[in-house]
């Protein structure tokens, strides 16, 4: 695993010199695109409107446009912005972790400590765990300035980028203004059906279903050719599904309680 990112967590005089790791990695299999006609690849150019060459990415700029007006911003121009090359995680704040919404967070980060004596890193890590605190810090990454917050998992410190409040949208859903009333007796049905799915979070257990059946299928093809009975490939029929009952709120919580207490029999 290669560090994306070498810098320094600070916060007030404490330097905290570290490297920094994607933590996720994308599962899904990978395809290209081909011509439905032939099986053949299907390739994009980058071809300037004006000459009609075909442009090497090293000769791209980009382009902003406004009101019929382009400027062109080069890489140099990048380069001069302030925070184009600050190797900092600068700690604004210490927020009680409680109010860190999950819907702003984005892409995780592991810090790995640097240098030989990591005793500031292992200072902040005891200090977030000790006072219950997530730092929320500014940092720069791939030319862009980010809001981000710093937490503990284990004996690490993970940074996780946050998006900026104003890329948050504002939404006013008509049905949630609803008038409608739940009964009592509704919400005791719904209270124990909750409790009967509550549990402990164990990540390992869920699977990417739709990835496995895809690679089932991706290995059958490579195993038996294009002539293959997709469906049979999955062990599905064609027999038709029967209709779902319609039943109202009331009976479907009390037929998903039924169903979770013979689960629990049964296991």
Same mark, same amino acid.
């Given at each position: 695993?290669r560090?994306?990112?070498?810098?320094?967590?600070? =916060?007030g005089? @404490?330097?905290v010199?570290?490297?920094?790791?994607g933590?996720t +990695?994308?599962?899904?299999?990978?395809f290209?695109?081909?011509?439905?006609?032939?099986?053949? /690849?299907?390739?994009?150019e !980058? !071809?300037?409107e @004006?000459?009609?060459?075909?442009?090497?990415y090293?000769?791209?700029?980009k382009a902003y446009? +406004?009101?019929?007006d382009?400027?062109?911003?080069?890489?140099?121009? =990048?380069?001069?912005l302030?925070e184009?090359?600050?190797n900092e995680?600068? @700690?604004?704040?210490f927020?009680? &972790?409680?109010q860190?919404?999950?819907i702003?967070?984005?892409?995780?980060?592991?810090?790995?400590?640097?240098? %030989?004596?990591?005793k500031?890193y292992?200072?902040?890590r005891?200090?977030?765990? *000790?006072t219950? !605190?997530?730092?929320v810090?500014r =940092?720069?990454l /791939?030319?862009k300035?980010?809001?981000g917050?710093? !937490?503990?998992?284990?004996?690490l410190?993970?940074?996780?980028?946050?998006?900026?409040?104003?890329e948050?949208?504002?939404?006013?859903f008509?049905?949630?203004? &609803? /008038?409608?009333?739940?009964?009592?007796?509704?919400?005791?049905?719904?209270?124990?059906? @909750?409790?009967?799915?509550?549990s402990d979070?164990t990540?390992?257990? =869920?699977e990417?279903?739709?990835?496995i059946e895809l690679?089932?299928l991706?290995?059958?093809?490579?195993?038996e050719?294009d002539k293959?009975?997709?469906?049979a490939?999955?062990?599905?029929?064609?027999e038709?599904?029967?209709?779902?009952?319609?039943?109202?709120?009331?009976e479907a919580?009390?037929?998903?309680?039924?169903?979770? *207490?013979?689960? %629990?029999?049964?296991?």
């Open positions: 695993m560090a994306i990112w070498s810098g320094a967590i600070t =916060f005089l @404490v330097n010199p570290v490297k920094a790791y933590a +990695e994308d599962h899904d299999i990978s290209h695109q081909v011509h439905d006609k032939d099986g053949g /690849r299907i390739h994009y !980058r !071809r300037c @004006v000459c009609g060459e075909k442009v090497d090293k000769h791209i700029d446009e +406004e009101d019929g382009t400027v062109v911003l080069t890489q140099s121009d =990048f380069e001069a302030p184009s090359d600050n995680i600068e @700690v604004v704040q927020v009680p &972790s409680d860190i919404d999950p702003m967070l984005e892409k995780s980060y592991y810090l790995e400590p640097e240098g %030989k004596t990591p500031s292992l200072l902040l005891e200090t977030l765990k *000790k219950d !605190r997530t730092a810090v =940092f720069a /791939r030319q300035t980010r809001l917050v710093l !937490r503990v998992s284990g004996k410190l993970i940074l996780q980028g946050l998006i900026w409040a104003d948050l949208r504002s939404v006013d008509p049905g949630t203004k &609803s /008038r409608a009333k739940v009964a009592d007796k509704q919400l005791e049905l719904s209270a124990q059906l @909750v409790e009967s799915y509550a979070f990540p390992k257990e =869920f990417d279903d739709y990835q690679r089932k991706v290995d059958a093809k490579l195993a050719g293959l009975d997709t469906k490939t999955f062990g599905e029929t064609d038709g599904d029967d209709d779902a009952d319609v039943v109202d709120l009331m919580l009390k037929a998903s309680l039924e169903q979770r *207490k013979k689960g %629990k029999t049964s296991a």
